[in-house]
């Protein structure tokens, strides 16, 4: 474990910082939408109705807008059990250092537009920042994530999101 | 308040209560494909984690909130449809599962057809999440 006193931005988390992310290519089903859709209780019948959707001038059943999530979530997560954590998360997001705890930070959003049945969704991450800051427990490593998420060439969500490791 | 079809800066929005039971927790999980144990592993968490309870999804409660402003502006324009152009949240503490969550927030900005809102959640008068969030009437 780290003493408070040194640091957890090593050489090895300055390298592991600089890597890219690959783009990620989701079709959005009606099926994922509904699902969405169910779990946070949404009732109005664009989520689940075709016919619906295009009569309120959608091209297809349309997602909530914090859907997003999804895009975010489930292609990360969505791997063979052998890549996941003994917490259940996949090791990704996690620098090589050795860290006693996460917090998430703030989440920054830009939405323009929506996500619908058929869509095509690139998803696009990058970490656009790595600082740290000396708290009163010791160093504090913030990571700023920008995930963008595009269809037909147009960015629908803009996501800023910050996670704190301890 | 005397029209509730006008909106003005310092508005409260109609309060909305939650209180998210273990099944809400594994069908926002699985709607994401969200693996982390945390929110549905009892003696994991509690054990291993420390926490006193299985936490809600951080993200469930910004769409509580979402709903909050969604609701309460359609309440006011029936009819329209409330678009989301911006939106920041930020969680302060855990809520757990079994507690009952309550979603206020007040209108901070007009501007035409924009509304900007503040936006908490609070668990026994803790806040558990704060954002603030953009809204365009259509």
Known sequence: MAESSETLLTDATRAWADRTYPVRHVTVTAGDIRRFAYATGETDPIHFDREAA?????????????????????????????ELEPDGSPSEDI???????????????????????????????????????????????????????????????????????? | MADVHRIAVDDELAEQRRTPDPVDLFQFSAALWLTHRIHYDRDYTT??????????????????????????????????????????????????????????????????????????AEVEGHRTTVGELTAVLT
């Open chain 2, 47 to 120: 054990e291993v984690e420390g926490h006193p309870g299985l936490p809600v999804q951080g993200p469930l409660q910004a769409v509580y909130l979402q709903q909050l402003v969604r609701d309460d502006l359609q309440r006011r324009r029936p009819g329209s449809r409330v678009r989301i152009a911006r939106y920041r949240f930020r969680h302060v503490a855990p809520a757990y599962v079994g507690q009952t969550l309550t979603c206020r927030g007040r209108v901070i900005s007009v501007d035409g057809d924009r509304v900007g809102c503040e936006v908490w």
């Open chain 1, 54 to 82: 295009r009569a309120a001038g959608f091209r297809d059943v349309v997602a909530p807008p914090m859907f997003y999530v999804f895009l975010r979530v489930s292609p990360n997560h969505l791997r063979p059990r052998s």
């Open chain 1, 95 to 166: 620098p090589p250092v050795t860290i006693t705890g996460a917090m998430a930070g703030e989440t920054e959003l830009e939405i323009d537009g929506c996500f619908c049945a058929g869509d095509e969704v690139g998803c696009h991450k990058r970490l656009a920042d790595l600082t740290e800051k000396v708290g009163r427990s010791g160093p504090l490593l913030f990571l700023t994530f920008e995930h963008r998420y595009d269809v037909a060439g147009a960015t629908v969500v803009r996501e800023r999101f910050t996670r704190i490791l301890r």
